[in-house]
Each structure stands twice: as C-alpha cells, then as structure tokens.
C-alpha cells in the first residue's frame, strides 16, 4: 500500500517559518499532482498549495507570497516552506497524492496529517 509520512509540523511563533515534509512510499509507478491541505476543528479541509507533475504551483489566495510549494521526484516528496506565519495559518496539515501504483492502481492518498500552531 502507498503511504504518505509527513514531518516537520510544531508550534511557532507568529513571524516565523516551518517547512512541511511528506515522503510518498510504495509501489510508486506515478506521481500526478501532490498538495497539501489544512483543516481547522469544525471546518471543512481546504486547499493550500499543490504542485503538478508538471512542476507548475498554485496556491491559496490567504498564503500567497508566504507559502512555497516545491516537489523532488527523485525522492517523492513533496515540501511546504512557510514563511511569516500567522496565527491564522494554525490548523492541521495533510499532504495529498494523485499516484498510480505498480500493477496499474490508481487513488489518491492522505497523510496522516500534522499540527502548526502559529502563537501570538
């Protein structure tokens, strides 16, 4: 089965920065599109930054110019460099996969998710 491991989540300070790691492992054949996603208690899991096969990026309009999102192919892994941080950006953080396995499997796959908490 594939699965995603993230890292690099934590609290820090407003101002500071936190870059997000999430390794995809398994009977990779292709890796599409890879994105992270944020998730606040009692709102739904939305959209934050993804990055295509094609190396084109697109970003939510609330991180823009903060968040950067950037993929090595060689190691399947999929990175978040955030950048002046808000406490607004506290949720937790999933890392998403379009991968078609070996043998032909194709899914989309989650992260388990990790904690960013962004203090005053």
């Known amino acids: 089965q594939v699965q995603l491991v993230e890292s690099g989540g934590g609290l820090v300070q407003a101002g500071g920065s936190l870059r997000l790691s999430c390794a995809a492992s398994?009977?990779?054949?292709?890796?599409?599109?890879m994105a992270w996603y944020r998730q606040t208690p009692g709102k739904q899991r939305e959209l934050v930054a993804a990055?295509?096969?094609?190396?084109?990026?697109s970003y939510a309009d609330s991180v823009k110019g903060r968040f950067t999102v950037s993929r090595d192919n060689a190691k399947n892994t999929v990175y978040l460099q955030m950048n002046n941080l808000k406490p607004e950006d506290t949720a937790v953080y999933y890392c998403?996969?379009?991968?078609?396995?070996?043998?032909?499997?194709?899914?989309?796959?989650w992260g388990q998710g990790t904690q960013v908490t962004v203090s005053t």
């Open positions: 990055v295509r096969s094609t190396s084109y990026t």
């Open positions: 998403n996969a379009d991968i078609t396995s070996a043998g032909g499997l194709y899914n989309e796959y």
């Open positions: 398994g009977r990779i054949l292709i890796i599409n599109t």
